[in-house]
């Protein structure tokens, strides 16, 4: 690919842009579209053909020190977009052997085409006028198509072949991805292999606002005195570049540029893939700290693989590589630790009190921070810059930190993990334990018996109107089953209070009479665990429960159970039935069942999981109960025809998810 060249043009009027109307922020995001990651526009498919429409236009993007710039760039021309600016121009992606077709309308005040860097096949222009480098569409709405077949995968770019000095700089480029035909996971063939959930677009370039002032207002720019005084990555600098896709803030940069993955292991062992372009004038010396990255390509062809620390990516040129985070050492505070002590947080100095340190070194992990200092790190994962080592492009108007600069973001294997912080016993009573021991996998449990209470006087074979001496503990709504002696009753009404109504001789038992003082015993009981700080947009939100239950309510071992085993139920409250009231009672209509059926659950542990469906907000709390969610673990038994006790032993209860 070949490198480009300052014109050696003095000065040189530039055309104004002011003639064509403000177009309305970009709504550049297809449905669904990640927060992280590139973003594809996927043009109209017909057979093998794949067409993109495009639009030149201009707009404004908006840069961290608050200042703003003028701007051309390509927009989508099809709905829902319709021509709206955004910068840069849409990601256009396309398989290997497709014909890929893209019709250009020009609203600039002059002409302008596209060029294609590094295709195979001859690009073929139908329209237009004859430029020096393509064809161009003539200013003020004129149009051009060009066809090309898409014949070898790789990283391209798209950009402006009119006064490229001039029109580049301006912000006409976008990239170009061709996928090959084995499949979107790979980047070009077998041994490129990645995950498709974590492939990242950095496209840099760099912005002289003089110059871009000067075709706003019509007025003239001396090329030989070009100072660029902001460096980008997908159109926007830092921190600015570590926003989200699609941040509303900035609603005509849709590109964010943040690296996330997590360590690899034997369930998650592709790499990322990272495809950089540079679409600038200017040589730029780009660093990754924290792991070498492994360059597998350079300008769309596959090069011998090569172990990277840092590349000086060339005007025109694009690069891909494979990132990998191994996690060699494992080191945790608890069963590895560092063997040399970390420093004391009075030790440390926060710069402006604001950090990505999560306070402790160990990857998952939280620690203490100085008073006053407020931490973005989420759940302990790590951050390490990626940035310019021309350290003039790490700022923003010289001022730094800032520019060409983003962040890799490595989260701990799996996702964030959260364990309860509390619980509440809604059906049953506390035998032994306490919230910590459901955050480790360990030999101590978290005990529930199921609720007991007596008979205040005799109870005759017909009646169906029962007083208990407290129903603390007891379900407050819904039908029941309860116990006396070897006869099971249904609780029908009352429930809440001291007398209920209840329907006699269930589950294949017969009614009876029985003596005051009898023992009411509930066959099941209800506990859920209670998480906090689980933050707003969390996502891939999955439970797991870890537990056994046991022959006994008094014991402090696990007595064996082999038949008749009781039967699990795990639940999550859905926020948006009822915010909390919906998820008060083991009956309330907010909980939603993730185990189904029951699962058999005797005296070994039996550990359960279950991914939810995305979006994951209905089981986040709002409000007042802001990031929190509710686990329920619910477990019954009946033995005909001698009903017996048992006792619920939970060891483990986490969420899992990726945050925001």
């Not at 096949?121 to 430029?131: C, D, I, L």
């Not at 006409?172 to 990242?200: C, H, K, M």
């Not at 996330?260 to 790499?271: D, E, H, L």
Request: contains cysteine.
């Amino acid at each position: 690919m070949r490198p480009r060249a300052r014109r050696a043009a003095v000065v040189v009027a530039l055309a104004a842009g002011l003639a064509v109307a403000a177009p309305l922020p970009a709504q550049a995001l297809p449905p669904g579209a990640p927060k992280t990651g590139m973003v594809c526009l996927a043009g109209t498919v017909v057979g093998t053909t794949r067409t993109f429409d495009l639009v030149a236009t201009t707009g404004f993007v908006d840069t961290p020190d608050g200042n703003s710039v003028f701007m051309w760039s390509y927009g989508n021309a099809d709905a829902p977009d319709s021509g709206r600016f955004q910068t840069p121009g849409p990601v256009l992606c396309a398989t290997q052997g497709q014909t890929v077709v893209v019709h250009l309308t020009n609203t600039l005040p002059e002409p302008s085409g596209i060029v294609f860097p590094g295709q195979d096949s001859a690009v073929t222009a139908t329209g237009g006028n004859p430029g020096l480098l393509t064809s161009e569409a003539a200013a003020n709405t004129g149009t051009v198509s060009y066809s090309f077949t898409a014949g070898s995968p790789g990283t391209y770019l798209y950009e402006s072949g009119s006064d490229v000095a001039k029109q580049v700089e301006m912000g006409l480029y976008g990239a170009l991805i061709v996928r090959p035909t084995i499949g979107d996971g790979y980047a070009y063939d077998a041994s490129t292999q990645f995950n498709p959930g974590r492939e990242y677009l950095l496209l840099l370039n760099e912005i002289d606002p003089d110059l871009h002032h000067a075709v706003e207002t019509n007025g003239t720019y001396d090329l030989n005195a070009q100072r660029n005084r902001y460096f980008s990555i997908n159109g926007r600098q830092f921190p600015d570049t570590i926003r989200d896709n699609g941040d509303s803030e900035l609603p005509n940069q849709p590109y964010g540029s943040l690296v996330r993955i997590q360590p690899n292991t034997p369930s998650n062992n592709q790499p990322a893939l990272v495809r950089m372009i540079n679409v600038g004038l200017a040589n730029h010396p780009f660093h990754p700290h924290g792991n070498h990255t492994t360059q597998i390509a350079q300008d769309g062809r596959l090069v011998t693989t090569t172990e990277h620390f840092g590349e000086t990516i060339a005007s025109g040129q694009t690069e891909d590589f494979l990132l990998r985070w191994d996690d060699t050492d494992s080191w945790n505070p608890t069963t590895k630790p560092f063997p040399v002590t970390p420093p004391n947080y009075r030790n440390v100095f926060f710069k402006d009190g604001n950090t990505y340190y999560s306070g402790s070194p160990y990857l998952g992990y939280s620690g203490t921070l100085p008073t006053g200092t407020v931490s973005q790190n989420i759940c302990g994962e790590w951050y390490f810059p990626w940035h310019s080592h021309a350290l003039n492009e790490f700022t923003n108007f010289d001022q730094g930190f800032g520019g060409m600069g983003t962040l890799l973001r490595v989260d701990p294997s799996g996702g964030c993990t959260a364990y309860p912080t509390s619980t509440s016993i809604v059906g049953g009573t506390l035998k032994s334990g306490a919230v910590s021991a459901l955050g480790v996998d360990d030999a101590t449990y978290y005990q529930v018996n199921p609720k007991v209470t007596t008979r205040p006087t005799a109870t005759t074979s017909t009646a169906t109107t029962i007083t208990v001496a407290s129903a603390v503990g007891f379900p407050t709504t819904g039908t029941f089953d309860v116990r006396i002696d070897n006869e099971v009753l249904a609780v029908t009404g009352g429930q809440g209070t001291t007398t209920w109504t209840v329907t006699r001789g269930q589950l294949g038992s017969t009614a009876a009479a029985h003596a005051t003082g009898a023992t009411i015993t509930a066959l099941a009981n209800d506990w859920y665990g209670a998480f906090t700080g689980v933050p707003a947009g969390a996502q891939n939100l999955a439970v797991t429960y870890k537990g056994a239950n046991c022959a006994t309510t008094t014991a402090s071992s696990c007595s064996s159970l082999t038949t008749n085993l009781p039967q699990q139920t795990v639940k999550i409250c859905n926020w948006t039935v009822g915010g909390a009231a919906g998820c008060a009672t083991s009956t309330s209509a907010g909980w939603v069942t993730l185990s189904a059926p029951p699962l058999p659950v005797g005296s070994t542990d039996v550990s359960s999981s279950w991914a939810l469906p995305n979006p994951a907000a209905a089981y986040i709390g709002t409000g007042a109960n802001a990031g929190q969610i509710r686990v329920l673990v619910h477990s019954q038994r009946y033995t005909a025809p001698s009903p017996t006790a048992f006792s619920t032993w939970g060891n483990l209860l986490k969420v899992v998810y990726d945050a925001p």
